[in-house]
T-cell receptor
């Protein structure tokens, strides 16, 4: 079945780059996503990448995909205190069909001054 | 353009009761998915509705059910509530069928079972 794993915590200093990593098992994954969740809030879609791409850049966000190793990363440049949140990676595969997303456990990003 | 609206935002129910949660997707979106978020199990897929039909179902007991109306609004129902049903229930809205790429989430309904 599908499984998505992430490290639980990451702490960075304001202004540095943050890199959040994710691994997945479903080789049929079509799209991979990054969501942000702030305390008491829902999930905010940050960006996504199609499985036949290896990189996507969107302002301060860079997504890297290594399909061979089933490894996804999110780089946040010039990290700010407002970036402190939990970040979830998710994959949508053909196995489940439709719009079912399988989420990782989430990485809590703490940005320190 | 209004986002995904979930009501109510907070609910407190007693064990054994039943509850209904509502989700209004983004205008024009036809797919609605539901997820349960708990500290122990993380985000888990409950089910997806598209054009009033359940298209996909996660591994939850039959106490969890849902439906979708002709205007794409969706409701989920949990009967015979258990303490373990306490969670944040999130609804996601997607534009079309398999070709769509994005799923937008609402703020969630926080259910507490006492």
């Amino acid at each position: 079945g599908e499984d998505v794993e992430q490290s639980l915590f990451l702490s960075v200093r304001e202004g540095d780059s943050s890199v959040i990593n994710c691994t997945y098992t479903d080789s049929s994954s079509t799209y991979l996503y990054w969501y942000k969740q702030e305390p008491g809030a829902g999930l905010q879609l940050l960006t996504y990448i199609f499985s036949n791409m290896d990189m996507k850049q969107d302002q301060r966000l860079t997504v890297l995909l290594n399909k061979k190793d089933k490894h996804l990363s999110l780089r946040i440049a010039d990290t700010q205190t407002g970036d402190s949140a939990i970040y979830f990676c998710a994959e949508r595969g053909l196995t489940g069909g439709g719009n079912k997303l399988t989420f990782g456990t989430g990485t809590q990003l703490k940005v320190e001054l | 353009k209004a986002g995904v609206t979930q009501t109510p935002r907070y609910l407190i129910k007693t064990r054994g009761q039943q509850v209904t949660l509502s989700c209004s997707p983004i205008s024009g979106h036809r797919s609605v998915s539901w997820y349960q978020q708990t500290p122990g199990q993380g985000l888990q897929f409950l089910f997806e509705y598209f054009s009033e039909t359940q298209r996909n179902k996660g591994n939850f007991p039959g106490r969890f059910s849902g439906r979708q109306f002709s205007n794409s609004r969706s409701e989920m129902n949990v009967s015979t509530l258990e303490l373990g049903d306490s969670a944040l229930y999130l609804c996601a809205s997607s534009p079309r069928d398999r070709e769509n790429t994005e799923a937008f989430f609402g703020q969630g309904t926080r259910l507490t079972v006492v």
